[in-house]
């Protein structure tokens, strides 16, 4: 697990950095208002980074863990990604909204403390629901045969 967590924090520190420069050109040249910079900006730069994160964890961080190689599976998978990804979203726009209520500090860093704290919350989710890998029921001479969940 500590190879799949390295691997994860190095593709969110590359998705913090596209998420932190998408949400800083949005937010100095797009949007000028609280909503526009504090809501509608993040929220994009998060669906755009969430895409991005889910191509290297499908193909790179839990690719051993995915028990079938379709399109159908990949789409269901990206569903049950963007579904937990909302929920760290969710989690993370919480403690921005917090910091910059408490500390007045700039949306990026409120932005970037927030992941810290979200970041946590991702890759359990990942782990344990989205690339979750499921046993294998095999048949041999009429027997059936279930292996137990591989860590």
């Known amino acids: 697990m500590l190879s799949k967590y390295l691997k994860f924090f190095i593709s969110r520190l590359l998705g913090t950095l596209i998420e932190t420069v998408i949400l800083w050109i949005f937010s100095t040249y797009l949007f000028f208002s609280y909503v526009g910079t504090y809501i509608v900006a993040p929220t994009i730069s998060f ?6 994160n889910y191509v290297i964890s499908y193909y790179w961080i839990w690719n051993k863990q995915i028990s079938q190689k379709n ?3 990949f789409f269901t998978r990206l ?12 989690i993370k726009m919480g403690f921005l909204l917090l910091f ?7 949306v990026v860093y409120c932005n970037l403390i927030a992941l810290l ?3 946590i919350v991702n890759f359990l989710l990942a ?20 292996e ?3 860590k």
């Open 47 to 52: 669906e755009i980074v969430m895409f991005c």
């Open 71 to 73: 399109t159908k599976y």
């Open 79 to 90: 569903a049950l990604f963007n579904i937990s990804s909302i929920l760290g979203f969710l």
């Open 100 to 106: 910059e209520s408490l500390f007045k500090w700039d």
């Open 117 to 119: 704290i979200s970041g």
């Open 127 to 146: 782990e344990r629901l989205v690339f979750k890998k499921h046993g294998h029921i095999s048949v041999i001479d009429g027997y059936v045969l279930v």
């Open 148 to 150: 137990d969940q591989l």
